[in-house]
């Protein structure tokens, strides 16, 4: 398999429910990054990870806690949601964290929220 | 703070015409700019960087502009065609110097 993929594409989950999103890339790259995208709102820029380190969190709630256990993975885990939660979250990885670099999308898990 | 505009309507031409899209930004001095393409629950896809020194890119149809004192890059699809219909995004860098800041995205239907 190929390019980035996550899972599971849909979730609905309660607010007290803990669940977590996947992201696998097969690409070689070192950086990976977690986005949320609204409706009528530019993606946001969550979390970067970089060779399995965090370099960035965007004033993120904690209810959202990120893990790189290696280059290849990368998961957000959920915890007491809130209904403006509900968002469509993109996984990325690029060669490296430059800026200048390409960024490849997953296809996204749409999370409902209710 | 950083900021990045791109046509808040949407935008409807016929097919074969040239489509244009616009990206304005404030309080940035990026080194580079890219473009993605979104379609309707899919992730975005990659098109096109510039790069601040360049003032012009092309790959195929798709041709894009860089001019840093206006602030401004212009995105052209040269005879469009229905599958060009998606969202097309313009990312510049932050200025933490990696990652990307994305705008809305403008909305582009072609139609036959």
């Known amino acids: 398999e190929t390019g980035v993929t996550q899972t599971p594409r849909h979730l609905v989950m309660g607010m007290t429910n803990k669940k977590s999103l996947k992201c696998e890339q097969h690409?070689?790259?070192?950086?990976m990054y977690w986005y949320k995208q609204s409706a009528k709102k530019p993606l946001e820029l969550m979390f970067v990870?970089?060779?399995?380190?965090?370099?960035e969190n965007n004033s993120v709630p904690s209810r959202f806690s990120p893990e790189c256990p290696n280059s290849s993975h990368l998961f957000l885990h959920l915890h007491t949601l809130q209904p403006e939660d509900s968002a469509l979250y993109l996984c990325?990885?690029?060669?490296?964290?430059?800026?200048?670099?390409?960024?490849?999308f997953g296809p996204g898990t749409r999370l409902t929220v209710l | 703070s950083q900021k990045i505009e791109q046509n808040s309507e949407a935008l409807n031409i016929q097919e074969g015409k040239t489509a244009t899209l616009t990206c304005n930004y404030t309080?940035?001095?990026?080194?580079?700019l890219q473009w993605y393409r979104q379609d309707p629950g899919r992730g975005p896809v990659f098109l096109l960087l510039?790069?601040?020194?360049?003032k012009e890119k092309r790959k195929e149809r798709l041709k894009v502009t860089f001019d840093t004192t206006l602030k401004q890059s212009l995105f052209h699809i040269t005879a469009s065609q229905p599958a060009d219909s998606a969202t097309y995004l313009c990312?510049?860098?932050?200025?933490?110097?990696?990652?990307?800041?994305f705008g809305k995205g403008t909305s582009l239907l072609v139609t036959p």
């Open positions: 309080n940035y001095s990026p080194a580079y």
């Open positions: 990870y970089s060779l399995e380190e965090r370099v």
């Open positions: 990325a990885s690029s060669q490296d964290r430059d800026s200048a670099d390409t960024q490849y």
């Open positions: 690409l070689g790259h070192n950086a």
């Open positions: 990312a510049l860098e932050k200025n933490s110097g990696y990652a990307l800041n």
């Open positions: 510039i790069r601040e020194n360049e």
